[in-house]
Every structure is written in C-alpha cells, then in structure tokens.
C-alpha cells in the first residue's frame, strides 16, 4: 500500500520525469509498423512527426539518413546513437537548408552526438530573436561539418545558457561558433577548416552582445587555411574567460590574431602561434580591463600582444612570448610581471605617454627589454636580461642538446605548436594544458 501510494505521489509531483520516454525516428517517406515511435520497427516517419508525437523530457533518437531539417519545440533530449542505424542529417547542399533549428517552446534542449553535414544555412540555429532570453541548449560530441553559405556560419546560438562541448566542427565557410547571449560554455572543441571562403570571412569562435559569465576552455583551432580574422573573438559586454585554448594561424598574416578582445576578459593558459597578434586587446573599444596571464606566443606577424588605446588598465602576468614584442598603445596602467621574453629585437614597446611598468621578468635573446615612446628604460630591479635557465613542473618543458629552449609541444591537426625549434613537426604525445613556467632560482 505504502508503495502504491509513493508511486502516485511521483506521477503528481514529477509527471515529466515519471513519463519520460524513449522514442525513435527515421527518414520521411518509409513505412515503419505502427509509427508510433516507440521502437526502430515502430519508429516515427520523418521529424515532423517525430515532433508532434513526443512530449517534455522525452528522448528521441535519430536512425538513418535524413534530408530534413529537424525543428525543435520542446524540451527534449535528441540522440545520434540510434543502435540500430547510426543518424546523420545531410541536407545534400539544397538552397537555403538548415540541420536543426530552434521554434518557440524549445528550451533546455539536449543535442547528443549530433551528425550534421552539408547545409546551405545553419547546421544549429538556436535562435530565440533575444540574446537575454533564456535558451538553455547544451550542444555534446558529434561531428559538424560543411556549412556552405557564405553568410552563415555552423552553429549559431542567440539566448542565455548554452553549453557546446566535445564537438568537431570544420568545413565551415564562415564561422564555426557564432553566439550572442550570457553565462555560456564553449568548451573542448575541435575545430579546423575555418573560413573556406577566403579571407577577412570568418571566426573559430565569435561571441557577442552580452558574453558575461561566458566561459571558452580548451578548444583546439586549426585556422591557418586563410588570412582571415580571429580564433576566438569577443565583442560583447560583461566579462569572459578564455582559457586553456590552443590557436594556429599562419605565419606572416596581415588579418586577425588568435585572442581579440573588446569585453572584460581574462585570458588564461593558452597557447597561440602565427596572426599578426597572439593576443589582442582591441583599440577600438573601451576595454575596461585585460588580464592576459599564464599563456604562450609564438611567431606573430607584428606583436605577441597588443594593448589599445581605450584600455583603461591591463595586467600581463608569467607568459612565454616569443619573437614579437608586446605593444602598449594606451596611457592606462599595464602591469607586466613574472613573464619570459624570448628572441626579440624589443620586449616591450610602449607608445610615448605610457604608465606601463614591468619588474620580475625575464628578457632572453631581446635586445632592447623596454622601451617608452622609442627610448630604451631601465628594467626593473628584478627583472633579468639574460637566459632564462627554464625549469618545468614536469615534461612540459626541456632544453635542447644545443642549448636552444624548447617549449611545450600541442598536437593540433597533425601539426606541432610550441617548439622554436622544430614548429610545424608531428607531435606524437602532446602535452596537457596549464603548464607552468618558471626561472631557475638563483643563489
């Protein structure tokens, strides 16, 4: 009795989690039993179906190859994995197609292992026409690929609260992530083929309007195909944290950097090479503040980082910044400590007017460490010009039989980011991220 009326009391208070249930779907136009969805041999003909016959919490899993766009209305789980006939959307380039779509009711979505490929338009489009509203979408695993208009991008989210994770996303024609709204999650994606339109046409990842409480970690972005624009780029308000995140653009670039900001951000334990900067702070905002700490440069076209006019203060804390001097462009207080400067003809370059100050740094193989409006300054009292004598936390950092430095290796896409030695190598056993860099101790 005491169980009968426990069970009642849950259908009462939790109905959606007590009748959640498991559906299928296949390709329009088959014949499939009942088509009540409720088996692969019952499954739901076509996702028009498919949509009206579930409900709130339910679970649909896509079996088979379908040539339609999946629009979502209600907070459900859609699934790839279908055991019986692993789904794909492949909408075969047809004009103006999209994978699936956002319509009114489709919050707290979740998208498992979706396989979308060769879209005319979006592959996701989770677009709620607010970047405040609140969306709730979480985006796992899975593979996108193909977005072949030239005005779009692969998956594009406009609300509060979206999650993307664990997903391949390349062939994108323009952007590979576009979103606008606050408290999102970009995390550990792979990305690669950015901008197959050529260049100054597209982002790995770009975030806008409202990014605060939006957190980017530990993607990997391939976007050395063309000289166009950033890896990742924030042009929202609030504050962003980057971190953790590995960049390769091309040498010598006249378009882009790997990091743009024009938000509060900071900019935490990642590794970029190539573009014409590493990590920009942009000039054409007021950025209040950029924190820039704990990351790694190499072979910008013209500075590892540049600092804008409009930056009211910036800190620039234990990075390893190779070849290309930091510029400060501002009046504003730019804090530099504790980083490594290697093989450059100057370490820091500040534009006359300049509060910057640096001390505990280390500048090896730089011929002019600091320099104010073109006049050579004083390091500070414990800054060191000289070699940098690095001891690592592990194998993330080692030292050549010829004595050159060798700094951390980051397998992306077949190429090796993080040697001066040896860029451009096959990394076998790449290294993990948030390594940590420090000088010898001196007796």
């Not at 939790?14 to 409720?38: C, I, M, N, Q």
């Not at 606050?182 to 770009?206: C, E, M, P, R």
């Not at 590995?246 to 010598?252: A, K, L, Y």
């Not at 430095?405 to 090796?416: A, E, Q």
């Amino acid at each position: 009795m005491i169980t009968s009326l426990s069970a009642a009391v849950a259908l009462l208070l939790f109905p959606a989690l007590s009748l959640a249930t498991d559906y299928y779907v296949r390709p329009s136009g088959g014949s499939y039993g009942t088509e009540d969805g409720t088996s692969y041999s019952n499954a739901f003909d076509g996702f028009t179906n498919a949509i009206n016959g579930v409900s709130n919490g339910d679970t649909l899993y896509i079996c088979g190859t379908h040539d339609q766009q999946l629009t979502i209305s209600k907070s459900i789980t859609v699934d790839w994995r279908c055991t019986s006939e692993a789904g794909i959307i492949d909408r075969n380039n047809a004009n103006a197609s999209r994978g699936v779509a956002y319509s009114s009711g489709g919050t707290d979505v979740t998208l498992l292992y979706p396989n979308i490929t060769d879209v005319d338009d979006y592959a996701i489009l989770a677009d709620t026409g607010n970047s405040s509203a609140y969306l709730g979408w979480t985006i796992t695993g899975g593979d996108i690929s193909t977005c072949t208009d030239t005005a779009q991008t692969c998956i594009r989210y406009v609300g509060t609260n979206v999650t993307i994770q664990n997903v391949t996303i390349h062939d994108c024609y323009t952007d590979c992530i576009w979103g606008k709204g606050a408290a999102a999650k970009i995390l550990n994606n792979t990305i690669y083929d950015v901008a197959q339109t050529g260049t100054n046409s597209g982002d790995g990842i770009q975030i806008s309007e409202s990014v605060d409480g939006t957190i980017i970690r530990g993607n990997v972005i391939n976007h050395d195909d063309y000289d166009s624009k950033y890896c990742i780029i924030s042009t929202g308000t609030g504050l962003v944290r980057i971190e953790g995140n590995t960049c390769v653009r091309g040498t010598g670039y006249t378009t882009g950097a790997g990091v743009y900001i024009e938000s509060n951000a900071e900019i935490l334990g990642n590794r970029v090479t190539g573009g014409v900067y590493n990590y920009q702070c942009a000039n054409a905002s007021s950025t209040p503040k950029c924190l820039i700490a704990g990351n790694w440069g190499y072979n910008a076209t013209t500075y590892s980082v540049s600092i804008g006019n409009n930056s009211t203060s910036a800190e620039i804390y234990n990075n390893v910044l190779i070849g290309k001097p930091v510029n400060v462009n501002n009046t504003g207080a730019v804090r530099f400590r504790n980083n490594i400067f290697y093989n450059s003809s100057i370490g820091i370059l500040a534009n006359a007017g300049s509060s910057a100050t640096e001390n505990y740094n280390i500048f090896d193989t730089v011929t002019v460490p600091f320099s104010i409006g073109g006049v050579p300054q004083s390091i500070g009292a414990n800054s060191i010009n000289g070699s940098a004598n690095l001891v690592g936390n592990g194998p993330e950092v080692s030292t050549s039989t010829n004595g050159t430095h060798v700094y951390p290796l980051r397998g992306v896409n077949g190429k090796c980011v993080g040697s001066i030695v040896n860029i451009g190598a096959t990394c076998a056993n790449p290294v993990p991220y948030g390594y940590t860099l420090k000088p010898k101790r001196r007796h």
